[in-house]
């Protein structure tokens, strides 16, 4: 199971903040592509500019494996406070 | 310290608070950020945090300029969730030996955190809702400082 977290314009575009997908992909990239394959829209925005992955709450560039129980954020570019 | 609560706060309760049994500290600078309503235009914000992501990157921004400025305290509260037009939404304060080091690293802080924060905000009008990212001009001010 990996939980995924959506910020910022992100959860608009999908219509929610926060799933679990089980049983959960091994890759980052493996996620992305199964969350695009079921909304095409989100694909779309999860592959727009600025957007960043946190897994386990730190950032990670490129594709990374994924644990059992991991959580996944997906960031929309920050807007600072 | 950093803290990210949905609770309005008085920013001057604050600033007495933090400057209160302080025997070597010779300044505190404090800002307060209050969420302008544009004339009606904004009817409220939105902001949104990942908890235990954004107040660690917080936390790592306040430790680098605490070491950088020489400071002898910082303090960060940022409101999150809905916030009215007129009410406090950010307030910083740093204690130093002297007043020069104190409004540097204010005014710092207020750079980093009005530009490269983790937060998320949306602006409520009366014809719909925006996503707002920072301005040339917040992304500017945060380079003077790299």
Not at chain 1, 7 to 35: C, H, I, M, Q, Y
Not at chain 2, 22 to 28: D, I, L, M, S
Not at chain 2, 51 to 64: H, L
Request: net charge negative.
């Amino acid at each position: 199971m990996i939980r995924v977290l959506l910020f910022g314009r992100l959860r608009d575009v999908a219509g929610w903040r926060e799933r679990a997908v089980d049983p959960g992909p091994a890759s980052l990239f493996a996620l992305k592509n199964l969350l695009a394959a079921e909304d095409l829209a989100l694909g779309e925005a999860l592959a727009g500019p600025g957007v960043q992955a946190a897994v386990d709450k730190a950032l990670v560039r490129g594709d990374v494996a994924l644990a059992a129980g991991a959580e996944v954020a997906f960031l929309s570019p920050m807007s600072g406070g | 310290m950093v803290r990210l609560q949905t609770e309005p706060f008085d920013p001057g309760v604050l600033l007495s608070a933090f400057c209160r049994d302080r025997q070597e500290t010779g300044a505190v600078v404090s800002f307060t950020g209050i969420a302008r309503g544009g004339k009606g235009a904004v009817t409220r914000l939105e902001l949104e945090a990942y908890p235990g992501f954004t107040d660690a990157e917080i936390e790592r921004m306040a430790e680098a300029a605490r070491a950088r400025f020489s400071l002898h305290d910082v303090l960060i509260v940022h409101r999150i969730g809905e916030i009215a037009p007129g009410e406090a939404i950010v307030f910083v304060a740093a204690a130093a030996a002297h007043r020069r080091e104190a409004f540097e690293a204010a005014d710092h802080l207020m750079d980093y955190l009005k530009s490269r924060a983790p937060f998320w905000k949306k602006e409520h009008r009366p014809d719909g809702e925006r996503w707002i990212e920072p301005t040339e001009r917040d992304i500017t001010d945060a380079e003077r400082w790299d």
